[in-house]
């Protein structure tokens, strides 16, 4: 994408293991079956992208007379910001076959509105990827051929699904989202859908805490934050891990660039602070080193392949270790979600200038519809909050419309909701609606054996919610 921002007709990344952190292989054997975009919106795109091997390029030089390692110190050497593009004199021509279809997938978004009138229209936000590979194509005789993808990401899945419930029990005073994003896996795609379609502006979401795979291996006595530095996220995640008796370190594997692979990444760039942590490599009752064999061991043989599969005998994952996560992964939202100020990004942050872009102007709330389920807590309150002046002017709107007078009316249900978009929950097919959390109320009045079901936005506008037959 920044290659076509600058210009480029199309690219190809040169591939080495020490900079992927996998070998070619896994190049190969990612890139055989379908790929994934999303759908042109205006932005420039490549004509073409693909990998290249570090030997063929340096091949590819040569044919130009030129020398690719000495080439690359250049482009390497960050104080000479020396690297230009220079004519290479070689061309080549490619004929591939590309069969183009269009397929939906969807990101699955859940709101609890939060407790505090006027910060409810903030969010703190949860994000889990739900895809994996599908399956395996051509099918290995007598094998597992499905790409279950049990810790690569079910299991941060069913953690943010276990930290919404927990929340939805004590909700904080800012609203929380959780986001279970699809195809991650095929480039952060529903990630970066979220973030150019979000259901409230992304200056009002506080921070992503991003899950991806879970700590199976036992309890830790450290907690690794993925991009740690970059935001006051950081202090307030020292203080649990402090509380938990654990102490807080950088990426452990800082060579493979988790932070720019990882959902949390696409948030970053609309200027919406990530906290990715995870237990370890330092496990308790374990030696020193083992917790990154495990890692190893896993990323050779289980990633991204069928293997990655919930173990026959439950005993072979340890989940202690993941609860303590967990636990942290809720108070952080719950902290963050009840602080008077959202955090900021560390000054002068490669990242900070978007959320200032974003806080100085959010910009137009986005209008593609996307239903988003809209979570109300058990204890809502019912009656009560509901200004007597909404309900005078519902029973005004309805005798306007029958000629009764209100004193035939009966209040049967009054509200303080949060609707999840401008259709104040009563959208109507083939209409769109502006995505944003609404706070208002709803009204239902009894009439003559009839409900009239009012749904009023706090701001003011009023609709008649009439979902077909209302009596009852
Ligand atoms: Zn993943």
């Not at 007598?142 to 993808?149: C, F, M, S």
């Not at 879970?214 to 006595?221: C, D, E, F, Q």
């Not at 995870?278 to 496990?283: A, D, L, R, T």
């Not at 890692?295 to 609860?323: K, N």
Request: charged content about 25%; overall charge neutral.
């Amino acid at each position: 994408m920044e290659a076509a921002r600058h210009g480029a007709v199309g690219a190809l990344l040169v591939h080495t293991s020490e900079s992927a952190s996998y070998p070619w292989q896994v190049v190969v054997s990612s890139n055989r079956g379908e790929a994934f975009a999303l759908p042109p919106e205006g932005e420039p795109r490549l004509a073409f992208q693909g990998w290249i091997a570090r030997e063929a390029v340096g091949r590819l030089f040569q044919m130009a007379g030129r020398d690719f390692a000495a080439e690359e110190a250049v482009a390497k050497d960050t104080r000479a910001k020396g690297a230009k593009g220079l004519p290479l004199g070689v061309t080549a021509s490619l004929d591939m076959k590309v069969k183009r279809e269009r397929i939906a997938s969807a990101n699955v978004i859940g709101i609890l509105p939060g407790t505090d009138p006027g910060l409810k229209s903030e969010a703190v936000l949860y994000t889990a990827h739900h895809d994996h590979f599908g399956q395996r194509v051509p099918p290995v005789a007598g094998e597992r051929n499905v790409y279950t993808g049990a810790l690569d990401n079910a299991s941060g899945c069913a953690v943010v699904l276990t930290i919404a419930r927990a929340a939805a029990a004590s909700p904080p005073r800012r609203s929380v989202i959780v986001a279970f994003v699809t195809a991650e896996e095929q480039g952060l795609l529903g990630s970066r859908h979220f973030a150019r379609h979000p259901p409230l502006p992304t200056g009002r979401i506080a921070v992503d805490i991003n899950l991806d795979g879970i700590n199976n291996k036992g309890r830790t006595s450290d907690l690794g934050v993925i991009g740690l530095g970059k935001s006051s996220v950081d202090d307030v995640i020292r203080s649990l891990a402090a509380a938990q008796g654990r102490s807080v370190h950088g990426d452990p594997f800082p060579d493979r660039g988790a932070f720019y692979r990882s959902d949390s990444f696409e948030l970053a760039q609309v200027g919406v602070p990530g906290a990715r942590i995870g237990g370890g490599p330092h496990f308790i009752g374990r030696p020193e080193g083992w917790g990154k064999e495990q890692q190893e061991h896993y990323e050779r043989h289980d990633y991204h392949q069928p293997s990655d599969a919930y173990p026959p005998s439950p005993e072979a994952w340890d989940l202690s270790g993941a609860v303590e996560d967990a636990q942290l992964q809720l108070l952080l939202g719950l902290r963050i979600g009840n602080a008077p100020k959202m955090p900021v990004w560390t000054k002068g942050d490669e990242f900070e200038k978007f959320r200032l872009a974003a806080a100085g102007d959010p910009g137009p709330v986005p209008r593609r519809p996307f239903p988003a389920a809209v979570v109300e807590p058990e204890s809502a309150p019912v009656d009560g909050e509901v200004p007597e002046k909404v309900i005078d002017t519902v029973r005004a709107d309805l005798g306007k419309r029958t000629g009764a007078k209100p004193g035939a009316m009966r209040v049967v249900r009054a509200e303080a909701v949060m609707f999840g978009d401008g259709s104040l929950g009563c959208g109507r097919p083939g209409q769109s609606y502006t995505q944003a959390i609404v706070p208002g109320y709803r009204v239902v009045l009894a009439l003559e054996g009839r409900e009239y079901d009012y749904r009023v936005a706090s701001r003011g506008s009023l609709i008649l919610c009439d979902l077909g037959p209302q009596s009852k």
